[in-house]
């Protein structure tokens, strides 16, 4: 598509096309008139040989069929909630190649990493970041630090 035309303008084109093949004009002059190629000429006579009228309706073109039914969604949203380490995944994180691993596994499909974050969105998951964390921390010196070590800094900015 023309970036200059909205997907109504083109309705009104495609109209006027059909229009002008039915006067007798041949499909480069309808081009040139339309200011469009003579595929696009061709594509859309075609499409209203096969439709009619109703070929020429501006619409959104369809994307794919989801690989997942919502079903299987709702299954999928189950075996998340039971944990990484229950399939199997050192820890208890979800990442997105995990996750596609795992719809791999259940359902027989994959997806491109970056649409495995759509699917979690579209279910109810969010991204989470895990807060970093000192392996050796001891949280009993943690707490010790924050009440001993703490006011005494504060104090002393003073």
């Not at 595929?39 to 959104?60: C, D, F, I, M």
């Not at 990442?95 to 596609?100: D, F, G, M, Q």
């Not at 495995?116 to 998951?125: A, C, E, H, P």
């Given at each position: 598509?023309n970036a200059k035309y909205k997907p109504?303008?083109?309705?009104?084109?495609?109209?006027?096309?059909?229009?002008?093949?039915?006067?007798?004009?041949?499909?480069?002059?309808?081009?040139?008139?339309?200011?469009?190629?003579?595929?696009?000429?061709?594509?859309?006579?075609?499409?209203?040989?096969?439709?009619?009228?109703?070929?020429?309706?501006?619409?959104?073109?369809?994307?794919?069929?989801?690989?997942?039914?919502?079903?299987?969604?709702?299954?999928?949203?189950?075996?998340?909630?039971?944990?990484?380490?229950?399939?199997?995944?050192?820890?208890?994180?979800?990442?997105?190649?995990?996750?596609?691993?795992l719809i791999g596994r259940f359902f027989?499909?994959?997806?491109?990493?970056?649409?495995?974050?759509?699917?979690?969105?579209?279910?109810?998951?969010?991204?989470?970041?895990?807060?970093?964390?000192?392996?050796?921390?001891?949280?009993?010196?943690v707490q010790q630090w924050r009440e001993?070590?703490?006011?005494?800094?504060?104090?002393?900015?003073?």
């Amino acid at each position: 598509m023309n970036a200059k035309y909205k997907p109504s303008d083109y309705e009104i084109l495609r109209r006027r096309c059909v229009e002008l093949k039915e006067s007798g004009w041949k499909q480069k002059d309808i081009a040139s008139a339309l200011g469009m190629t003579e595929g696009w000429v061709s594509q859309t006579l075609k499409k209203y040989l096969e439709l009619g009228p109703n070929g020429l309706l501006a619409r959104k073109p369809p994307g794919s069929q989801p690989k997942l039914t919502p079903e299987q969604l709702l299954k999928l949203v189950e075996e998340l909630n039971l944990g990484a380490a229950h399939h199997g995944f050192p820890g208890h994180i979800w990442t997105r190649s995990r996750v596609n691993e795992l719809i791999g596994r259940f359902f027989g499909v994959t997806y491109d990493p970056t649409q495995v974050g759509r699917i979690l969105k579209k279910v109810g998951w969010s991204l989470q970041k895990p807060t970093k964390k000192a392996r050796q921390q001891s949280e009993q010196k943690v707490q010790q630090w924050r009440e001993e070590t703490v006011p005494e800094l504060k104090k002393s900015r003073g």
